[in-house]
Nanobody
Framework: QLQASGGGLVQAGGSLRLSCAAS????????IGWFRRAPGKEREGVSC????????YYADFVKGRFTISSDNTKNTVYLQMNSLKSEDTAVYYC?????????????????????WGKGTLVTVSS
């Protein structure tokens, strides 16, 4: 299972760090993606990190503001979110892709991700 945490209420311009922790399996070999769904909008990909950590991907709307990283010793992937904007308000989810190369993320085949965690709500006040 995956569990996203770290969401909350923050003012525009502020920062949050989301965590995605796994239980029952290790992240070894899995790519981990972050996704979000804002009210009334479709789910969208935010970022992804390959199983080796050597490749990272970001949606254009978060480039330069968000950073994805992994700590395999803690079986956790992080999403550092800086310079938050009101349009970043959404429920954020993490998901695992056993293929390890973020292929499902980059091809926008989000339903092909293997495991999804419960989301964490991020609210950015303007």
């Amino acid at each position: 299972q995956l569990q996203a945490s770290g969401g909350g209420l923050v003012q525009a311009g502020g920062s949050l760090r989301l965590s995605c922790a796994a239980s029952g399996f290790t992240f070894d070999g899995y790519a981990i993606g972050w996704f979000r769904r804002a009210p009334g909008k479709e789910r969208e990909g935010v970022s992804c990190i390959s199983s080796s950590g050597g490749a990272t991907y970001y949606a254009d709307f978060v480039k330069g503001r968000f950073t994805i990283s992994s700590d395999n010793t803690k079986n956790t992937v992080y999403l550092q979110m800086n310079s938050l904007k009101s349009e970043d308000t959404a429920v954020y989810y993490c998901a695992a892709d056993y293929r390890g190369r973020c292929s499902r993320y980059t091809s926008h085949y989000y339903n092909g991700m293997d495991f999804w965690g419960k989301g964490t709500l991020v609210t950015v006040s303007s």
